[in-house]
């Protein structure tokens, strides 16, 4: 099977390239922030205090998620059977899958997951930790990065497309806390695997950036030979 990880910080642009090269490629887009997610919307649904590992360790036997692609490709996410895809977008839930993200046991928990699904078919997975741990036998690895100001902004500017009232500054400070916490952790922080390509599309466009990525991963599948 041949696996593609592309890890970064959050609003890099990682989900739509990531599900726009799976779609050229014909392999299966898995977006793995959607599970911690899942995990943070059931601690948010049920008042448990996300930064409390304990708790949200007791929550993880209570927890079922799944998740299926329609027909365009477009993954939906199940917890407990329930399509919670459109709630865990929401914008407070970011905050809470970052904290239990940070969790051992939560990473654990959704290890298995990920990794079967790349065993089983050719994959584009997207994620923090796709190239350093879940898949670090992954043919192409890359790292894609922007300054955490155009990340904000494009952030801002997808949140505003959908409806939801937010401010540029509060976009901008829970990006730089969500990079601190993410990146500091001691389980699995973001960091760019050894043998990853960087790929920063800082003023580029979705389309540019799509266009940097596509190359870098062809370049990469040509040097190995796939
Ligand atoms: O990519 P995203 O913003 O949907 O991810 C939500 C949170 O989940 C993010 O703060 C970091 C965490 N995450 C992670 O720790 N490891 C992954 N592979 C994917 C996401």
């Keep these: 099977m ?31 922030g959607a599970l911690y997610r899942a995990v943070g919307l059931y601690a948010f649904r049920n008042g448990i205090d996300s930064k409390n590992a304990e708790a949200v360790a007791g929550t993880l036997d209570k927890i079922e998620i799944s998740f299926t692609h329609d027909e365009n490709g477009v993954q939906r996410v199940y917890l407990n059977g329930e399509d919670v895809s459109a709630d865990i977008r929401q914008h407070e839930i970011s905050m809470y899958a970052s904290n239990v993200s940070a969790i051992p046991s939560v990473r654990a928990f959704l ?62 400070a829970d990006m730089r806390e969500r990079d601190e916490n993410d990146s500091k952790r001691a389980a699995a922080p973001l960091k760019q695997a050894d043998d990853a ?30």
Excluded: H, W
């Design 2 to 32: 041949i696996n593609i990880a592309i890890d970064g910080p959050s609003g890099a642009g990682k989900s739509t390239i990531s599900r726009r090269l799976a779609s050229e490629f014909g392999y299966v887009y898995i977006d793995t």
């Design 111 to 172: 290890l298995e997951l990920q990794r079967s699904i790349a065993e089983k078919q050719n994959v584009v997975m997207d994620g923090r930790d796709i190239g350093t741990v879940i898949l670090p036998n992954a043919q192409v690895k890359l790292f894609l990065t922007a300054t955490c100001e155009d990340r904000a902004r494009r952030r801002y500017e997808e949140l505003v497309s959908r409806g939801q009232e937010v401010d540029y500054e509060k976009v901008l």
């Design 197 to 226: 390509v960087l790929v920063d599309t800082t003023g580029c466009t979705l389309e540019e950036g799509y266009l940097c990525v596509k190359a870098a991963v062809e370049q990469r599948m040509k040097e190995k030979a796939l």
